[in-house]
Structure formats: structure tokens, C-alpha cells
């Protein structure tokens, strides 16, 4: 299964089935784009890096209010329908499941906008470095300043090179420039541990010398950090599934959100508003969607609302349950 925490940074890639194109046309990376953007905005998750090659994308993403794995499938259903109805075509897109690496940021930070900034070069789409800032669909122009993306964090990546833009750009050109005989990166694709440290003879090596690490397929990061995510994913399991072993379903949830609140049940699913109502709902989709795991768009049918109003509401329950120390049991 997938991890995920808010904040956490995950390179995102996915390819089109049996290697072919999803993008064929101008008009394809442009509806992409505005589709991606739009999403990212909404969902406030911020973009360090991303590339568009014709049979396949990457993506530096950082959670923000939503899970990635709902930030994805949003893009990825929305486009796959855009492209098969412009194109005339039906069936699968995408290739299996998109690949989601949660990486350690500090540490991988910068490799990770290198690597992904440098696809269109390795693909041959460009065919030079100088090249590459004017390919209209790579996060690497923007960062140079060849034109504006507001979804793209570009001036978060810069501060890591300095104080005054045209310095920090020429420095992050630099730092960019000097990967590109590095070529694939297999390190940077998924295997965590494992593979950063050069697969089975390297975690061998470390152990004969008193150093046991953790390593993970889903996770890029040392041995500490891997082993500080699985734990904590751990913890959010172990909540889910007590709770459902106690009998903690939605309609339970709602009869605790209503001693709570003071907002009967059937108030709380009606289609008026005030602000008690708003009070609850926000409670009850906070708990949700964090405590029994429930998916989004479909307690947005059950409050009759949009996925982004649950969005929304799911951030101001947090605050609300943190700020009043309402307690689930």
C-alpha cells in the first residue's frame, strides 16, 4: 500500500501503457498542465519539479491537504477521458499503478529536481543543455526565469543557491549542468535503501559492519528515515483497524459527532448550513477520512458536497478536534 503523511515528498512517475504516447499534441500537454495546476492549487500540494516526455511524466510533489494517491487519481482519470475522447480511442491510458517514491527531503531534495529536470535532455528531446530551458514542458525554463508557472515552487529551489536570483539561477545552472554525465539514475526511481546503497552486497557490507539499516521499495531515505516513515504508517494502520474492530463505522461516528456538537444526526446530513452544522461536518469529515480511512469524494456524496468543500473541511476539523481536545472515544 501506499504511504503518505502531510508534508512528505514523493517523485511521482508514470508511463503510458505498453510505453505509447499520452501525449500526442500541443493541445495534450496543455490540458495537462492546466488540469495539473488547477488540482495542485486546490489541494495546496507544491511542485518542485516535473518533466512531460510523450510516453511518460514526473512529478516532485509535496502533500498538502490531501493524500497524493488522491491528488493522482484525480489528474489521471480527468486526462485519461480528455485524451481518449479527443483522440478517439478507448480502454487504459496509464501503465498499471503510477509509481509514488516518498523521499527523504533533505537529503534528496535537489538530486531529485536535477534528475527530473534532465529527462527531456536524456530522452533526446532537446539537443543540448542549452536547450533545455526553453522546453516548454519541463519545470527546468521556469526556474531559470523563462517564463512563470504559479504552481511551480521555483523560488524555493533557488533560495537553496542564493540570495539574488540571477546569482542563484547561475549557480542552480551549475549544479543541474553537473549531472547530466550521471545519465539514469536507477537510485532515484524507488528501491529506498536498497538500492542507494548499491542493492544486496551493499546492505551486506553495511551489516558486516554493524550498521542494520531498513530499506523499502516505497522509500528513498537512509535507515532512520525509512524506518520513522513505516512506523508511523504503522501506527495509522493499527488506529484504522481498531476502530473498525470496535465497531467504528461512519453512522457511529456521526452519533459521536452529535454528542460533540450538540448537532443531531439529521441535521448534520441535511442540505442547510449554519455555522453549527459546519462546526460538525468538519469534525465528521476529519475523522473520516484520517481515523477510518474513508476516502474523500465519497463522504462528498454523503454530505452532499464538493471533494474540494470536503477538502476543506477535513483541514478546519483538524483544527477544530486539536484546539478543543475532542477525543474520538
Request: hydrophobic share 35%; with cysteine; charged share 25%.
Amino acid at each position: 500500500s501506499r504511504i503518505d503523511t502531510t508534508g512528505a515528498l514523493h517523485h511521482v512517475i508514470c508511463r503510458g501503457i505498453d510505453r505509447r504516447k499520452i501525449f500526442k499534441d500541443k493541445e495534450d500537454y496543455s490540458l495537462f498542465l492546466k488540469r495539473l495546476g488547477e488540482l495542485l492549487k486546490e489541494t495546496k500540494t507544491a511542485c518542485f519539479a516535473w518533466a512531460l516526455i510523450p510516453n511518460h511524466f514526473h512529478l516532485l510533489l509535496q502533500t498538502g491537504n490531501i493524500p497524493i494517491s488522491s491528488v493522482m487519481k484525480r489528474l489521471l482519470t480527468g486526462y485519461a477521458v480528455n485524451f481518449n475522447r479527443r483522440h478517439r480511442r478507448c480502454g487504459h491510458l496509464f501503465q498499471n499503478r503510477y509509481k509514488s517514491i516518498l523521499c527523504q527531503k533533505d537529503s534528496y531534495l535537489l538530486e531529485l529536481v536535477r534528475y527530473i529536470h534532465l529527462n527531456p535532455l536524456r530522452a533526446k528531446l532537446v539537443a543540448e543543455y542549452r536547450g533545455l530551458a526553453g522546453y516548454p514542458y519541463c519545470g527546468h525554463g521556469v526556474i531559470m526565469g523563462r517564463r512563470q508557472i504559479e504552481w511551480q515552487d521555483a523560488e524555493y529551489i533557488l533560495s537553496f543557491f542564493g540570495n539574488k536570483p540571477a546569482e542563484a539561477r547561475s549557480e542552480y545552472s551549475r549544479f543541474v549542468s553537473s549531472g547530466i554525465g550521471q545519465g539514469k539514475r536507477p537510485e532515484l526511481t524507488g528501491g529506498g535503501l536498497l538500492r542507494s546503497n548499491g542493492g544486496w552486497s551493499g546492505i551486506r557490507a553495511l551489516r558486516e559492519a554493524g550498521n542494520y539499516q531498513k530499506g523499502d521499495e516505497r522509500i528513498l531515505g537512509d535507515g532512520n528515515f525509512v524506518q520513522d516513515v513505516l512506523e508511523q504508517a504503522e501506527e495509522r494502520f493499527k488506529e484504522k483497524y481498531r476502530l473498525k474492530a470496535r465497531g467504528y463505522n461512519l453512522e457511529k461516528l456521526i452519533k459521536r459527532v452529535a454528542e460533540i456538537t450538540q448537532v443531531t444526526p439529521d441535521a448534520l446530513l441535511d442540505s442547510l448550513r449554519d455555522a453549527e452544522r459546519t462546526k460538525a461536518r468538519s469534525i465528521l469529515s476529519y475523522w473520516a477520512t484520517e481515523k477510518l480511512g474513508m476516502p474523500q469524494a465519497e463522504l462528498a456524496q454523503i454530505l452532499q458536497r464538493t471533494q474540494s468543500a470536503i477538502t476543506y473541511a477535513v483541514r478546519r476539523g483538524k483544527t477544530i478536534v486539536e484546539d478543543n481536545s475532542y477525543l474520538l472515544e
